[in-house]
């Protein structure tokens, strides 16, 4: 027996798909526009700065990023060519390899950053409310424990 | 001047992308799996299906689903191909096109909405208290009041 949404919960769905659509469609082309890159290799910058020695498997980068093998491999092929990530084989396991963030790839991403991280609070935090902000974490985190624990089923 | 985000903004809003995403992705998965086609090409059946005589011109269906022309184009015409949309001319707009939901059309996404329906809500509206169903309605109905304003600047 389908549990059809009522009235009420059909507008809240339409409503959260169009503004989170809306929100990546703007930030994407904000990046495109000025900084050359769509926000999945901002992603991909940002994961290797923060690690140790600004390097990840690509098995972890793939996690991190929660991007499929494959195409976690195209996005740092293009990133190669760019210059801004380089490959190298894993020291400790030699089936693995080691998606490095260079020097040209961290310059890119501190000027990248200013304009996204306004451009993230410009289009969301700025519309909201400290208590709005709080209840989106929550509400965030409790689909993600449910998400995430649903794994294992694909 | 940047305004970076705090710890607490940092996480929320790492928090919100995850979740999006992985429910887009759940979802995407699950319509591909069960019905044979991803979550944009539901959402255009829902959108004729909705709609007077089961038809809309072209240009109001990208509206309806914040789609590009031309990624729009693309999707029909495959929706054409499977024979379940088929395009007619505009009877009032001599350059405008109308796209038609068939009946095989119409039956594939009755067929396809008792399991999609069944995802939205375990993914999302099981896992949320009603209060919060109401939080993220108007988190949502505020940024898509930002956004949607925003629109002519692009």
Redesign the interface.
Known sequence: M????NE??Q???R??L??????W??LD?ELQRDAGMPHAYYEILVRLSEASDRRLRMSDLAEAT?SSRSRLSHAVARLEEYGWVRREDCPTDRRGQLAVLTDAGFRVLEAA??GH??G??T??????TPE?????????????????S?RHL?
């Open positions: 389908t549990r059809w949404l009420e919960e507008r809240t769905w409503a959260f169009h503004a989170s659509r809306a929100l469609d703007t082309r929660s950053a200013h991280v306004e993230v609070r289009h969301l935090f700025d519309q909201l709005q902000v709080a209840q989106l974490r929550e509400i965030s985190e409790a689909m993600l424990d449910h998400l995430d649903g694909y």
